[in-house]
């Protein structure tokens, strides 16, 4: 087995689910490995497996899931393949008063998040038609030659959880320390090395990538589309964002959670948004990976405030070549995953920056 030495001396524990694969029943197969297909991998060239994280467990006692897809050609130990790990959107939840959560699908469950993934790799078993269309990325990714790890992230934190959130909630929030888990166990695998590792982040996933840039995870390149990456002004508005503001305030709970006074506690709150940021990211911390920054200024599920100071920030502090900056400037979000001619070009411009040539 070879695993990357980038990622050897932080790789946890981890499980197979026995002998199953999940289609849009949750019923079991007698297989480990499942046939892959979506709009545009046919069946015969992918297969996926389901993971189970040991020791992550979702809100609803579940354990937490991760997907991982390959091309059906023979891995090569010796010149493994590269990994791309891509993290879905809408993981933004909290359970308020009497119950409630911020929408009317319960987002703090393992099947919801599962569903995500299914949805972002455009599975057949996608529920509704919430996948419908999507898939383009792991398809262009694949087409290139890369296994395909995907988290599924359960705990409505938006990436950020590592488990230090107040456990009057009923559960930890563990979304970075998932993410970062997916990668190693991904490159434990016979075949795969995380070296080079893409990342390729949908909504809410964007956040995901700055959360693994701070904790040390290597990079080496990065596409995020619709990122709602700047969420302080939030803050400034607490009446008009009040569920939303909730839901920070319980994912940062162990930064801000004890202080008494509500301004100071926003003020505490809006600096730690900041710091999480692309924006601090690049403009403060050096991150300068070759990236593709996606957003669109009609964006019809997220304010396009919230994207665009990013883009504004690379623009003017990245280094000249390193970087793409688009406004797709139509009424939709992170459309990238449904046009595989779009998500193969930017794939292919990150690979050129890298120096790196795939079948």
Known sequence: ?????????????????????????????????????NAWVPRGQASFEVMLAEGYTCPDGLGARIYLVEPDTPADELTPRPLALLLHGRNFDVVREAGAQLSEEDRLSALWASDQV?????????????????????AELLERGFAVVVPANCWGDMWHGTGRNAYDEGFLRLGTRLASEAVQIADARPGIAADPLVVVALSEGGRGLVELYAEGTPIDAAFVDSSPDWLSPMVAVPTAFRPEIDALLAIYDDEVGEIADPQAQLDALRIALERDSMVHAVGNLGFNAPLVWAWSSLDERIDPAWSQPAADVISTTYPAGAAQVLDWGIADHAPSNRNPTEAGERLDWLLGRLGIVLP
Do not use: H, Y
């Open 1 to 37: 087995m070879m695993v990357s030495m980038r990622f050897a001396p932080l790789l946890l524990a981890s499980l197979l689910l026995p002998a199953c694969v999940v289609d849009q029943q949750w019923e079991e197969f007698t297989l480990e490995r499942a046939p892959f297909a």
């Open 118 to 138: 299914e949805n972002v790799l455009g599975m057949e078993s996608s529920l509704g038609t919430a996948g419908q269309g999507q898939g383009a990325w792991v």
